[in-house]
């Protein structure tokens, strides 16, 4: 129940089931619980149903206005390479590192065209994958595997993979409103492993969605 200063009366804390003292709410034995009471269920209805100042419904519109706005301007760090004729990024919260000298261990009677080979990873053999043959539909033999090829290292909750770019532009930062949608066109992605795009350099580049990424090679454990 409300008074006459808009603010809750509650007698639940005070005579009801919550209470702190010996006092009893007559009412009590009748309804069993507070939360039967027509006092609590009007007082919570009241506080639903109340106004709400100006100054609160101002204060509020600054602070998701602002979260929008920082959302939009926030920047992403990725690392951006050349895979056959395309350029792709991948967020750099997935890149492990860049081995300049690794070996390709080829697998024998291996018929699959989304795996290269084998590579010791730190102690580890992990699968050395064609990224190429993963997003485009080309099935040229670009990636074919030699040995003794730069590679990055990348890490996912299915685990380890490498694979072997033409060209690395580094790591770079870019804004979330810089994204736009794939261009499947251009990237010829296969399977909408790219959901987004930006311009760097002049160069129109793949953001690969590496949630998808993970999903697509976890199958090639299988």
């Not at 050395?128 to 996912?156: E, F, G, W």
């Not at 987004?196 to 199958?219: M, P, R, Y």
């Amino acid at each position: 129940m409300e008074n006459d200063n808009n603010t809750i009366n509650d007698c639940w804390n005070k005579i009801g089931v919550w209470r702190t003292n010996d006092e009893i709410c007559p009412t009590l034995s009748s309804v069993i619980h507070c939360r039967n009471c027509k006092t609590y269920i009007d007082s919570g209805l009241s506080l639903l149903n109340r106004s709400y100042s100006n100054d609160y419904c101002n204060n509020n519109t600054k602070i998701y206005k602002q979260k929008a706005e920082s959302k939009i301007n926030e920047k992403i760090s990725v690392i951006i390479f050349r895979s056959n004729k395309n350029w792709f990024a991948l967020k750099t919260s997935i890149f492990t590192e860049i081995d300049n000298n690794k070996t390709v261990h080829s697998i024998p009677h291996n018929k699959n065209r989304f795996i290269l080979g084998l590579v010791n990873i730190r102690g580890e053999l992990e699968l050395c994958i064609s990224l190429n043959s993963l997003i485009s539909q080309s099935h040229d033999h670009a990636d074919s595997p030699t040995n003794k090829v730069k590679l990055i290292i990348i890490k996912l909750d299915s685990g380890k993979y490498a694979f072997k770019p033409e060209e690395i532009l580094g790591v770079h930062s870019i804004n979330n409103n810089e994204i736009k949608s794939a261009a499947n066109i251009i990237t010829g992605d296969r399977d909408h492993l790219v959901t987004g795009s930006f311009d760097f350099n002049e160069k129109h580049i793949g953001l690969i969605d590496e949630g998808l990424l993970n999903n697509q090679l976890g199958t090639l454990r299988t």
